[in-house]
C-alpha cells in the first residue's frame, strides 16, 4: 500500500477503546492523524475539504485485514492470562 506510518500522540486526548480497557475488554486503537493535528482537530479548520479522502480509504484497507482476524478469533483469544 506504500503508506507512511508514524505515531501521534495525543496529549489529553482519549479513546473510545478506554472505557472497553477500563472493563478488562480488549481493544485496539487506530487513528491517521499526524502530529498537525492541532491545526485542525476542533479547530476553524476542522473542515470536510481539509480531509484527504484516499488516506481515510487506505487507513480503512490497512484496518481491515485485523478486523478479519479478530472476528475469526475465539471469543477468549484475547483475554488476560
Known amino acids: 500500500m506504500r503508506l507512511k506510518l508514524a505515531s501521534a500522540s495525543i496529549v489529553g486526548a482519549d479513546a473510545d477503546s478506554s472505557s472497553f480497557l477500563k472493563a478488562g475488554i480488549p481493544a485496539i486503537t487506530f487513528h491517521g492523524m499526524n502530529n498537525d493535528w492541532p491545526q485542525f482537530l476542533h479547530s476553524r ?37
Do not use: H
Open 45 to 81: 479548520n476542522d473542515k470536510l475539504g481539509n480531509v484527504n479522502a484516499q488516506s481515510v480509504f487506505l487507513g480503512y484497507r490497512l484496518v481491515l485485514p485485523f478486523l478479519v482476524e479478530i472476528d475469526k478469533a475465539e471469543c477468549g483469544a484475547f483475554g488476560k492470562s
